[in-house]
């Protein structure tokens, strides 16, 4: 940020350096809660451990954030970064809806998901840096523009707006012009998000200095609420702006205010309920995915909008049902079925419970075919249940000790919960009253 001197030839490099990391701000924010990673910060874990929770991702969000403006990027400031990027602010409305993790159900440790916290907080610091300078660099850009109107400098063009994007008017055909409206459009947009983003009252004090230059009565109607930082910054730019647009331009800045103050909330809402979005994650958007997972993604993350959002009622904990189903459906797969196999076992009375182990016994043989049947792996079966391999094989033989309480409930739901998930009937020596906990639960593997 250093080499934005006094050249105003800086405000075009301005523009596109906070295009660019306003675009990675959201991109790497989209991964993070995507992938998860963020579950395996020190301060989220640390605050989980504390508090005998689960994690929460405002922890995580929190730490990158500071209270104080001038001590690095406040909340204000990542919100303001996120305002075009409807996508990563229903990821955001998602996990912070569902209070859980929302992973992508792909292969892990095959993208270095560890690199998109990086990526998010290099890039959120960078965005903090490039907004510092906004205020002053337009301010300093305009005077330059207006003292220069009878120079014969080459870099000047005919308008302010032309010169911000570095370019001059080449032709009059239809489609040459309406491709140099959307490039001014975009650079306006960029350098006021990056103001706004820096001050609060950049929009009021656009709107009041237009008003005078068009020769209209109008002042600053500042609240005693609003925070005093960047009222003087904001005021200056904005008056040194609007001496140098045309009225056309001031028009094209006030439709630029508009759309951004466009209350779009429910836009973002419609978007993280919408299942065939196939996930927040860049890498499901593109190629390499398969259409198959896209599409579990997509139809996890619609179940969990539909569950968080669910009225209240009396004597329903929404919160606790939307992390706990969020939790199931979207953790790695041996978390959701750890989480499915808890539910399933606190909704059964201690007596099934306790004829669980000589069911087990009695039935290993059809148990341990219908386990096969249902491409449960013994392997697979044996970490659900924090067994050896080996134990469970030697249970399934029916040989040695009769196997404990806990473990045999553990087997026999998670038996039904596999043979439910491929379409076979669970075995018939597994107890309604220890099976139907598992076939009420509303999931997939």
Not at 173 to 186: H, Y
Not at 273 to 289: E, F, M, N
Not at 338 to 351: E, K, P, S, W, Y
Request: net charge negative; glycine share 6%.
């Amino acid at each position: 940020m250093s080499a934005l001197g006094d050249d105003p030839q800086c405000l075009p490099v301005l523009i596109a350096l906070g295009a660019a990391l306003r675009r990675d701000v959201a991109s790497a924010l989209r991964e993070v809660i995507a992938t998860g990673t963020w579950q395996g910060d020190v301060r989220v874990r640390s605050a989980a451990a504390h508090w005998r929770e689960e994690p929460r991702f405002q922890v995580f969000l929190e730490r990158g954030l500071e209270k104080r403006r001038d001590r690095g990027p406040k909340y204000e400031h990542l919100d303001t970064a996120l305002l075009t990027f409807p996508e990563t602010r229903a990821a955001l409305y998602r996990v912070s809806a569902a209070e859980c993790p929302q992973h992508c159900r792909t292969e892990t440790g095959t993208f270095a998901e560890g690199r998109h916290v990086d990526d998010y907080r290099e890039a959120l610091f960078g965005w903090y840096a490039a907004i510092q300078h906004a205020h002053a660099c337009l301010a300093r850009a305009a005077r330059w523009f207006a003292n220069n109107a009878e120079s014969s400098d080459l870099r000047r063009p005919e308008a302010f707006t032309d010169w911000m994007t570095g370019t001059r008017r080449r032709g009059h055909s239809a489609t040459v012009q309406e491709t140099e409206l959307a490039t001014r459009r975009r650079a306006l947009q960029e350098i006021v998000l990056m103001m706004h983003a820096w001050s609060p009252h950049t929009f009021e004090a656009i709107d009041v200095a237009f008003q005078k230059a068009e020769g209209e009565h109008a002042s600053h109607a500042w609240g005693g609420s609003f925070e005093p930082a960047g009222r003087p910054e904001a005021q200056a730019a904005a008056e040194a702006l609007a001496s140098v647009l045309s009225p056309q331009e001031r028009r094209q800045v006030r439709d630029v205010i508009d759309e951004i103050e466009t209350d779009d909330e429910f836009r973002d809402m419609d978007l993280a309920k919408d299942s065939t979005l196939p996930c927040t994650s860049d890498r499901h958007r593109g190629y390499g995915a398969g259409a198959d997972e896209r599409e579990d993604c997509a139809t996890a993350r619609g179940r969990v909008y539909e569950e968080a959002s669910r009225p209240w009622s009396e004597g329903i904990n929404r919160e606790a049902d939307a992390a706990w189903l969020a939790r199931f459906l979207l953790g790695p797969r041996t978390d959701r079925i750890q989480a499915a196999l808890a539910t399933a076992r606190a909704a059964v009375a201690r007596d099934a419970t306790e004829r669980a182990p000589q069911i087990w016994h009695d039935n290993a043989k059809p148990l341990r075919e219908a386990r096969e049947a249902a491409g449960l792996d013994l392997h697979d079966a044996a970490g659900h249940l924090d067994i050896k391999p080996a134990t469970l094989q030697r249970f399934e033989q029916a040989t040695g000790k009769v196997p404990g309480r806990p473990v045999s409930l553990g087997y026999l739901q998670l038996l039904t919960l596999a043979c439910v998930q491929a379409g076979h009937t669970a075995p018939a020596c597994i107890p309604q009253a220890i099976s139907q906990s598992v076939n009420s639960l509303p999931t997939t593997l």
